[in-house]
């Protein structure tokens, strides 16, 4: 079982970025997918989730009205448009994925999530 997380980078305060997540070895469909993101000195936090089941899907207040997720089943691929960049952004991106339905209660609980790959570095500049 693989994730890939691509397409971070340097960018300006306002400016955005497509993060990819290209996964293998798993039922894509099927497990509760998403992104968490680390900051330097801070503990892992979440920023938006799509539950396998009933795909409803979860955003962190910081990603509200900002950030996009979506997923191509077909791909096995996870996306996450991110707009309105700001310093606060600054962080190593992982995609996450559990094969249970995790329960809304838990969502932004790290340890729900078995499978972590490579983070990619955001950086927002101001």
């Known amino acids: 079982v693989q994730l890939q997380a691509s397409g971070g980078g340097l960018v300006q305060v306002g400016g955005s970025l497509r993060l990819s997540c290209a996964t293998s070895?798993?039922?894509?469909?099927?497990?509760?997918i998403g992104w968490f993101r680390q900051a330097p000195g801070k503990e892992r936090e979440g920023v938006s989730v799509?539950?396998?089941?009933?795909?409803?899907?979860f955003y962190a207040t910081s990603a509200q009205g900002r950030f996009a997720i979506s997923k191509d089943d077909a791909k096995n691929t996870m996306f996450l448009q991110m707009n309105s960049l700001k310093p606060e952004d600054t962080a190593v991106y992982y995609c996450v994925a559990s094969p249970r339905n995790v329960i809304t209660s838990s969502i932004w609980r790290p340890t729900e999530y078995e499978l972590w790959g490579r983070g990619t570095q955001v950086t927002v500049s101001s």
């Open positions: 799509i539950r396998g089941g009933d795909r409803a899907i």
């Open positions: 070895g798993l039922n894509f469909a099927r497990y509760t």
